[in-house]
């Protein structure tokens, strides 16, 4: 080990810093920027520098940790803790996404409290009414494409989520009086329509005095940036920290980037950041690679360059199979090997995944020595846990959901369990109180009840007095249902009226079956999700819940009784075990000692798609999930190489399995 010019004063617990690492802690460069792969470390060097930073005094209210997920903000104050910084303190730093920074400094700034609205799906009215005025004041000056189906929503919101992360509008100064058509659509990427309709969808946020209404995702930022921006702007409103940290620099775009560079320089604050380029998989939304590569360095001339070279998460044969699909080095400093394994079962047999990966759960936890360690099944998207979810309840095995909610909670779940608990007349076998008024709001949702600002007004007030009183069947049925002239709405009552027919002791399967064919679910569910692959991953789901009450058998009182049951059985066990169920899309900055991926499967994983930032989202996507893992990586793909993902061929795994053993045992000799 080196001998470092300036000693640490802070000496961790758990962990002997490498000299990479020792060099960030104790680097006194004012402005630092670290380049790391993933396992590397880096949120435990973030880490090390903040209590570097504490231990040589900093008050724990002056530093600003910033990051852009939730579970990264998570894992950041988890490796403080268990660095050794004590909790009391911990508590006291100011650690927040980007996001939450951005509507909390707005709240303070603005003094009211906007609407959160966390699903496009939600915003589905404002967006369609924006472009109706688009066409009022437009359609006569300009040829538009003015089309309200789902695919062109889907594509406005991807189009509104880009230009609000890129900041384009405002960074070329775009106005219909200074830029000539062709100019716009050529600057913004997109069309005329997309960008009149972005101006519109803007003010439509804010009600005749100019006070937002909602926020959705990434608005918060945007409007944080837009305001710091303008020439009026008193930058003593703005938080003071004299340290900032920043994870996941790799996830930043242009407007979370100039967030962070204003709240550097307004503070004159000390920074340190870090990111892995090969783990953007938000493209779409704006995550720029340059960020890490050239345009930090561009507005701070004294950054300073520290790397992560080696991963201390996974051993050498991983560490392989990642070189191989990345086309890049990567290089384990772990003291152990990781061990890879895939099973193959039967594509038309795709309970068969299920069972083997219980039966991987099992063996590993029969082997004494992993007793009391990490597992997490990571999936592609939420719909493939429920048959994953049964099986272990089936099992008693206790498990978590991570970052994710357990398919009884999913809105078109609780579509179906309304429509029964409607027909029985009952919510008595609704446990869990949570549920009982989502289930009101899934089936607003399955009901396509338009979501006015009249109707949200009235509906959450009186949903929360039907709640407490015991009359929220009879409300929803007379003033939400019975008011509603959709389609959809109709199909709702007329299942329920037939149902309630049948009696409870009917059949829970058949029940289901008549749901979704007198709704036509599979029509429905594409008016109603935006996104295809949603509205895709929504139908496996939906799919898999009819599959499950034909398996288990059961009349429809007995079948809801089972589902409130275990709903409560499940939401009890939470925190009690170190099994986790989660989605590639939330696993950044955690690790586990046994990662398996099921349904590896052509169109799965990868999902089909044309555009190439997606494809490159994907695998980024793909590595994120394989580089969780620290001692066994279990891949499930279809015996029949005709259905396997493709993925599995680019890690070449014999030969990463075989030179990573190798590496392994030359490392073992020369610990002797």
Same mark, same amino acid.
């Given at each position: 080990?080196?001998?470092?010019s300036?000693?640490?004063?802070f000496?961790?617990?758990?962990?002997?810093?490498?000299?990479e690492?020792?060099d960030?802690?104790t680097a006194?460069?004012?402005?630092?920027?670290?380049?790391a792969?993933?396992?590397?470390a880096?949120?435990?060097?973030?880490?090390l520098?903040i209590a570097e930073s504490?231990k040589?005094?900093v008050p724990?209210e002056?530093?600003l940790?910033?990051?852009v997920?939730?579970?990264a903000r998570?894992?950041i104050?988890?490796r403080l803790?268990?660095?050794?910084?004590?909790?009391?303190?911990?508590?006291?730093?100011?650690i927040?996404?980007?996001?939450?920074?951005s509507?909390?400094s707005?709240?303070k700034i603005?003094g009211y409290k906007?609407?959160i609205?966390k699903e496009k799906e939600e915003v589905?009215?404002y967006?369609l009414r924006?472009?109706?005025?688009?066409?009022e004041?437009?359609? $006569?000056?300009?040829?538009?494409?003015?089309?309200?189906?789902?695919?062109?929503?889907?594509n406005?919101f991807k189009?509104q989520?880009r230009?609000k992360a890129?900041l @384009?509008i405002?960074?070329f100064?775009?106005?219909?009086s200074?830029?000539s058509?062709?100019?716009i659509e050529?600057?913004?990427?997109?069309?005329?329509t997309?960008y009149?309709?972005?101006?519109?969808?803007?003010?439509?946020?804010r009600d005749?005095?100019?006070?937002?209404?909602?926020?959705g995702?990434g608005d918060?930022?945007?409007d944080?940036?837009?305001?710091?921006?303008?020439?009026?702007?008193?930058p003593?409103?703005l938080?003071?920290f004299t340290v900032?940290?920043?994870?996941?620099?790799?996830?930043?775009?242009?407007?979370t980037?100039s967030?962070l560079?204003q709240l550097?320089?307004m503070?004159?604050a000390f920074?340190v950041g870090a990111g892995?380029?090969?783990q953007?998989i938000?493209s779409?939304?704006g995550?720029?690679?340059?960020i890490?590569?050239?345009k930090f360095?561009s507005?701070f001339?004294n950054? #300073?360059?520290?790397k992560?070279t080696?991963?201390?998460?996974?051993g050498?044969s991983?560490?392989?199979?990642?070189s191989s699909?990345?086309? @890049?080095k990567n290089v384990? $400093?772990?003291?152990?090997?990781?061990?890879?394994?895939?099973?193959?079962?039967?594509y038309?047999?795709?309970?068969?995944?299920v069972?083997?990966?219980?039966?991987?759960?099992?063996?590993?936890?029969?082997?004494g020595?992993n007793?009391?360690?990490?597992?997490?099944?990571?999936?592609?998207?939420?719909g493939?846990?429920?048959?994953?979810e049964?099986?272990?309840?089936d099992?008693?095995i206790?498990?978590q959901?991570?970052?994710m909610?357990s398919?009884l909670r999913?809105?078109e779940?609780?579509?179906f369990?309304g429509?029964? $608990?409607l027909?029985? $007349?009952?919510?008595d076998t609704?446990l869990y109180n949570k549920s009982?008024?989502?289930i009101?709001?899934a089936l607003v949702?399955?009901?396509?009840?338009?979501?006015?600002?009249?109707?949200?007004k009235?509906?959450?007030?009186?949903r929360?007095d039907?709640?407490?009183?015991?009359?929220?069947?009879?409300w929803?049925?007379?003033?939400?249902l019975?008011?509603?002239a959709?389609?959809?709405a109709?199909?709702?009552k007329?299942?329920?009226?037939?149902i309630?027919?049948?009696?409870e002791?009917?059949?829970a399967?058949?029940?289901?079956?008549?749901?979704?064919?007198s709704?036509?679910l599979?029509t429905a569910v594409?008016?109603i999700?935006i996104?295809?692959n949603?509205?895709a991953?929504v139908?496996h789901?939906?799919?898999e819940?009819?599959q499950l009450?034909?398996?288990?058998?059961?009349s429809i009182?007995a079948?809801m009784?089972?589902?409130g049951?275990?709903?409560?059985?499940?939401?009890?066990?939470?925190?009690?075990?170190k099994l986790?169920?989660a989605?590639?899309d939330?696993?950044?900055?955690?690790?586990?000692?046994f990662?398996?991926?099921?349904y590896?499967?052509?169109?799965?994983f990868p999902r089909?798609?044309?555009?190439?930032?997606e494809?490159m989202d994907?695998?980024n996507?793909?590595?994120?999930?394989i580089t969780?893992?620290k001692r066994?990586l279990?891949?499930?793909?279809?015996?029949?190489?005709?259905?396997q993902?493709?993925?599995l061929q680019a890690?070449?795994l014999?030969?990463?399995? #075989?030179e990573g053993?190798?590496?392994?045992?030359?490392?073992?000799r020369?610990q002797r």
């Amino acid at each position: 080990m080196r001998i470092h010019s300036n000693s640490p004063k802070f000496i961790p617990r758990n962990i002997t810093p490498s000299d990479e690492q020792l060099d960030i802690q104790t680097a006194t460069d004012k402005i630092i920027l670290v380049d790391a792969d993933a396992g590397a470390a880096k949120t435990t060097t973030l880490a090390l520098r903040i209590a570097e930073s504490l231990k040589r005094g900093v008050p724990p209210e002056h530093v600003l940790i910033l990051t852009v997920t939730i579970a990264a903000r998570q894992s950041i104050r988890d490796r403080l803790l268990y660095l050794g910084v004590p909790h009391p303190i911990v508590s006291r730093i100011h650690i927040s996404t980007f996001e939450q920074l951005s509507f909390q400094s707005l709240e303070k700034i603005e003094g009211y409290k906007p609407q959160i609205i966390k699903e496009k799906e939600e915003v589905r009215f404002y967006a369609l009414r924006a472009l109706e005025k688009v066409s009022e004041i437009y359609l $006569g000056k300009y040829d538009l494409d003015i089309n309200n189906t789902n695919s062109n929503l889907e594509n406005f919101f991807k189009v509104q989520a880009r230009l609000k992360a890129t900041l @384009k509008i405002q960074r070329f100064e775009i106005d219909l009086s200074t830029y000539s058509r062709d100019e716009i659509e050529g600057l913004l990427n997109t069309s005329l329509t997309n960008y009149l309709w972005f101006l519109q969808y803007e003010k439509e946020r804010r009600d005749h005095f100019g006070e937002v209404r909602f926020r959705g995702e990434g608005d918060a930022s945007y409007d944080f940036i837009n305001l710091i921006e303008a020439p009026d702007f008193e930058p003593s409103t703005l938080p003071r920290f004299t340290v900032i940290a920043c994870d996941e620099m790799h996830d930043l775009s242009e407007a979370t980037f100039s967030l962070l560079t204003q709240l550097i320089t307004m503070n004159n604050a000390f920074f340190v950041g870090a990111g892995d380029k090969d783990q953007v998989i938000f493209s779409w939304k704006g995550s720029d690679h340059s960020i890490l590569q050239s345009k930090f360095y561009s507005v701070f001339k004294n950054t #300073r360059p520290y790397k992560l070279t080696e991963s201390y998460r996974y051993g050498p044969s991983l560490a392989q199979a990642v070189s191989s699909f990345k086309n @890049k080095k990567n290089v384990s $400093g772990s003291s152990w090997n990781t061990t890879i394994n895939v099973i193959n079962y039967d594509y038309q047999q795709q309970h068969q995944c299920v069972l083997e990966t219980v039966n991987l759960i099992r063996k590993w936890r029969s082997m004494g020595e992993n007793d009391g360690t990490s597992i997490a099944i990571l999936l592609r998207h939420a719909g493939q846990s429920l048959s994953i979810e049964n099986e272990l309840l089936d099992n008693n095995i206790q498990y978590q959901m991570d970052g994710m909610s357990s398919f009884l909670r999913r809105p078109e779940i609780l579509m179906f369990r309304g429509i029964l $608990g409607l027909s029985l $007349g009952s919510l008595d076998t609704i446990l869990y109180n949570k549920s009982r008024g989502e289930i009101f709001d899934a089936l607003v949702t399955f009901g396509e009840i338009p979501i006015t600002p009249e109707f949200q007004k009235s509906y959450w007030g009186i949903r929360k007095d039907a709640m407490e009183t015991g009359a929220a069947l009879g409300w929803f049925r007379d003033s939400i249902l019975g008011k509603t002239a959709t389609s959809s709405a109709n199909s709702i009552k007329a299942c329920s009226d037939y149902i309630s027919q049948l009696g409870e002791n009917a059949s829970a399967y058949s029940a289901l079956q008549f749901i979704r064919e007198s709704m036509d679910l599979e029509t429905a569910v594409k008016r109603i999700y935006i996104d295809h692959n949603d509205s895709a991953f929504v139908q496996h789901s939906i799919d898999e819940f009819i599959q499950l009450a034909k398996q288990k058998d059961l009349s429809i009182g007995a079948f809801m009784k089972w589902l409130g049951k275990t709903e409560l059985k499940i939401h009890s066990r939470q925190g009690d075990d170190k099994l986790f169920i989660a989605c590639a899309d939330d696993i950044k900055g955690k690790e586990f000692d046994f990662v398996i991926l099921p349904y590896m499967e052509r169109l799965i994983f990868p999902r089909s798609t044309f555009d190439d930032e997606e494809r490159m989202d994907e695998a980024n996507r793909f590595y994120v999930a394989i580089t969780r893992a620290k001692r066994q990586l279990a891949f499930l793909t279809p015996s029949d190489p005709t259905y396997q993902s493709i993925y599995l061929q680019a890690l070449r795994l014999s030969e990463s399995v #075989r030179e990573g053993k190798r590496i392994f045992s030359a490392y073992q000799r020369s610990q002797r």
